[in-house]
């Protein structure tokens, strides 16, 4: 690679592809050129992967194509997450002496120039670029990318078995007969089988006396 500025970085996780696994970022703007030996479509591809920041709006910066500017306000983080490769996808045609990126006709001379320019948020980076010739639907893509708040886990949540009154109408539920319960009649029978025999006791205390008396008036 020959760029007279610029870092490079051994940043970078063995999950990832190797693309992803070294940058460069400068402290100013920077970029490269690319030649483009001839007419048609293109698709630069510009991969990124955040492996410094963690949390957004730590590293933003912009992006020109022949000082035309493609992409505003970058941020990797927030795109992606940490860690995560996330590509950016520039499509364009070249006819003869002009470049037609979006609604825009710019001078073209044989190449293009990729700028990464600097803003008050960090340092501009790009961890590799891919030029391929073709269009957007030729180009190979990422998977999705699954964010945390899309991976969730569903609580089990263990309900009542429903009863008949849950299902029928409260004038369909058949009435069931009340139940008997075993009880004994009385709370406690035995308190009135000892009030029934106060009066044989009483009855037996007044006939002891009489006979005693009866026996020695004899």
């Known amino acids: 690679e020959i760029l007279s500025s610029g870092i490079n970085a051994e940043y970078g996780h063995p999950q990832d592809r190797i693309l992803y696994q070294t940058e460069r970022y400068n402290f100013e703007s920077f970029g490269y050129t690319i030649p483009v030996p001839k007419d048609g479509e293109y698709v630069l591809v510009l991969k990124f992967c955040e492996v410094y920041f963690q949390a957004a709006n730590q590293k933003v910066f912009d992006v020109k194509l022949n000082n035309q500017p493609v992409i505003v306000g970058l941020d990797i983080f927030s795109k992606a997450g940490y860690g995560t ?96 319960v075993s009880r004994p009649k009385k709370a406690n029978p035995y308190d009135e089988q000892n009030t029934q025999y106060w009066p044989i006791l009483i009855s037996i205390g007044v006939f002891l006396p009489t006979v005693i008396l009866l026996c020695k008036s004899m």
């Open 85 to 180: 490769a996330h590509d950016e996808y520039v499509p364009f045609r070249i006819q003869g002496d002009a470049l037609y990126i979006s609604d825009y006709k710019l001078a073209f001379s044989g190449e293009v120039n990729v700028e990464f320019v600097k803003t008050p948020y960090d340092n501009p980076k790009i961890n590799a670029i891919v030029l391929y010739e073709g269009t957007a639907a030729d180009v190979p893509k990422l998977p999705p990318l699954q964010r945390d708040e899309e991976i969730v886990q569903e609580e089990l949540i263990q309900e009542d078995p429903l009863t008949v009154e849950d299902v029928l109408p409260e004038e369909q539920v058949p009435k069931q007969p009340p139940k008997k």
